[in-house]
């Protein structure tokens, strides 16, 4: 028997989104894909979004990770599974859901589990009698589920996160981003980015570097903002397409990150490994499991432009090194990391739920 099965996208689906995957100018988003191969019906926050002025009172008040869970309580008892595919839903949900006479499984991805207020709120409403099993990305937060929330670590599975490896593909660059001779180093993203240290590790380098501060989904204050840039350092948004550019032209991908206990980076990381450029990042204590050190790629310790500084020079210094990593780094990524393997991980632990 085949499991029905609804599945949460925290935002709105771009209903452009289609048009531009088949085009080739962006990769395939997680839910597409796991739509498919679950398969499942998918529930966004537009459709959760009540409508009217007291609908719109209502959304300032709660907000609409609690409006998509309140969706997820209306529409869950036609399904077997429904599967939250961040806390934010997952959580609210799993509190309305003790009201509910009969409801159906639940199977939650666990972004950040760790901070105090998730903790409480978990313990005080008791919600992991709510959540049939979690999915998490780190090894720090299935330790906060196992052995700070209580959950069984049978009902608790880290996996890698993922890329759309066919997307990010060197073969599909027909025009790299232009370079002026000098190598190239590229930083990407802006959730918890430290481009502080990032910045003053590569001050009088001969080389360029391009940080790209942006995010699709972050609300976080970008960190190269206020910074007294170098001449060789550019600071500036891309959408996909011309990101899949950039890499294309980077000797090194660098994520530089602040000190945190979720993945924070992992996006940026894979798809540099996925472009085969060799990636340096910052290990933190969430950061921990997407690199192998000096095999598929570089840790350096938080905050230490000194050291971050003596890798990128030693890698600049050594192609056949920097080769190395990439190519390891690609293949791991292709094995461990990519979307279709990701949704058929999904598609096996709705099986085993119901």
């Known amino acids: 028997m085949t499991a029905s099965v609804l599945l949460t996208v925290t935002g709105t689906i771009d209903p452009g989104l289609a048009e531009a995957i088949s085009a080739n100018r962006r990769p395939r988003a997680d839910f597409t894909v796991m739509s498919a191969t679950i398969p499942a019906d998918l529930i966004d926050q537009a459709a959760a979004r009540p409508t009217g002025k007291i609908g719109r009172a209502v959304r300032r008040v709660v907000g609409d990770g609690v409006l998509l869970a309140v969706g997820c309580v209306r529409r869950g008892r036609r399904y077997d599974v429904v599967l939250t595919d961040s806390e934010r839903i997952g959580m609210p949900f799993a509190a309305l859901r003790r009201f509910a006479c009969r409801g159906p499984r639940h199977l939650m991805i666990g972004h950040r589990l760790s901070p105090q207020k998730k903790v409480l709120l978990h313990r005080w409403m008791r919600l992991r009698g709510q959540i049939d099993h979690i999915v998490v990305y780190s090894s720090r937060q299935r330790d906060v589920a196992v052995e700070v929330l209580g959950y069984r670590p049978d009902q608790v599975t880290l996996m890698p996160f993922m890329v759309d490896t066919e997307f990010w593909r060197r073969e599909h ?182």
């Open 173 to 354: 660059v027909i025009d790299a981003w232009p370079t002026g001779g000098r190598p190239l180093i590229c930083a990407v993203g802006q959730e918890l980015r430290d481009y502080p240290t990032f910045v003053e590790s590569v001050r009088g380098l001969d080389v360029d570097i391009v940080i790209a501060a942006s995010s699709p989904w972050s609300r976080r204050a970008d960190s190269s903002a206020g910074i007294d840039l170098p001449d060789n350092v550019t600071v500036t948004g891309f959408d996909h397409f011309d990101l899949r550019r950039l890499y294309a032209a980077s000797t090194l991908v660098v994520v530089p990150v602040v000190e945190t206990d979720f993945q924070a980076g992992i996006t940026s990381i894979l798809e540099g490994m996925a472009m085969g450029v060799p990636v340096v990042a910052t290990r933190t204590t969430g950061q921990t499991d997407s690199i192998v050190d000096d095999v598929t790629g570089r840790y350096v310790p938080p905050g230490d432009a000194a050291f971050l500084r003596e890798v990128i020079e030693a890698l600049l210094a050594d192609p056949a090194e920097a080769s190395r990593l990439a190519a390891n780094g690609q293949q791991w990524v292709r094995e461990h990391a990519g979307i279709e393997g990701y949704a058929d991980r999904f598609r096996r632990l709705v099986g085993d739920l119901v």
